[in-house]
Structures are given as C-alpha cells and as structure tokens.
C-alpha cells in the first residue's frame, strides 16, 4: 500500500488542476518559505502578479525580500500591501504591514 500524498504532492496536484487559484499558489509560497525560499519567491512573485489584491501575499513576500537581503524591495511590497489591504479594509492586515514596514525602514523603537 503506497503512503498517503504529501501536503506539498497534495498542493502540488490542486495547482496543476488549477494554476490560476490564488489560495493554492499561497499554499505552495508557504510551503516552501522554509527550506527552498527562492521557489517560495517565484510564487510570491506569481502572485504579486496575478492576484495583486490577495493581501496576506505582502507580508510574507516582504519578509521573504528582507531575508535576501533586498530591503528597497520589500519596502515597495509593503507600501503595496498597505494600499491593497486598505482598500479592502483588511485592518489587521494594514496594522501588520505598518509593523513590518516601519521594522524594515529602522522605525521600530520596541524594547526587544
């Protein structure tokens, strides 16, 4: 008897179904974040992309910009995502890109 799909063959499979389907290229970004962060990024980029209004994307693409290093770019993702987030009235979502924008523009003054 064969194992049961991974969660990474699973979205995999859900995204050769439908490559358009903005949750599953968000499960892949996810998915893969960790352990390979550049095809987590070609994800993060589809979906920049293609679904410029799916808010939780500019978050982690952000994060994911800082972490290579490229602050001037995850700076413009979070301005981006403030806009979206914004406008679609996602607060919490808006409060959490300030937070990372203000962290990656040195503005942060929390007592770590």
């Known amino acids: 008897m064969s194992a049961a799909p991974s969660r990474l063959e699973q979205l995999l499979a859900f995204y050769a179904d439908d490559p358009a389907d903005p949750f599953t290229v968000y499960a892949l970004a996810t998915e893969y974040r960790a352990a ?3 095809v987590a990024w070609e994800y993060y980029q589809k979906l920049l992309a293609e679904h410029p209004d799916y808010v939780g994307t500019y978050y982690h693409a952000g994060k ?3 972490g290579f290093g490229r602050k001037d770019e995850a700076e413009q ?4 995502g ?3 987030s914004r406008k679609a009235a996602q607060m ?8 990372a924008l203000n962290s990656c523009l ?3 003054y929390e007592d770590d």
């Open 36 to 38: 390979e962060p550049l």
């Open 64 to 66: 994911l910009l800082e």
């Open 77 to 80: 993702v979070y301005r981006k």
């Open 82 to 84: 403030l806009a979206v």
């Open 92 to 99: 919490h979502a808006a409060s959490e890109l300030q937070q």
């Open 106 to 108: 040195g503005l942060d």
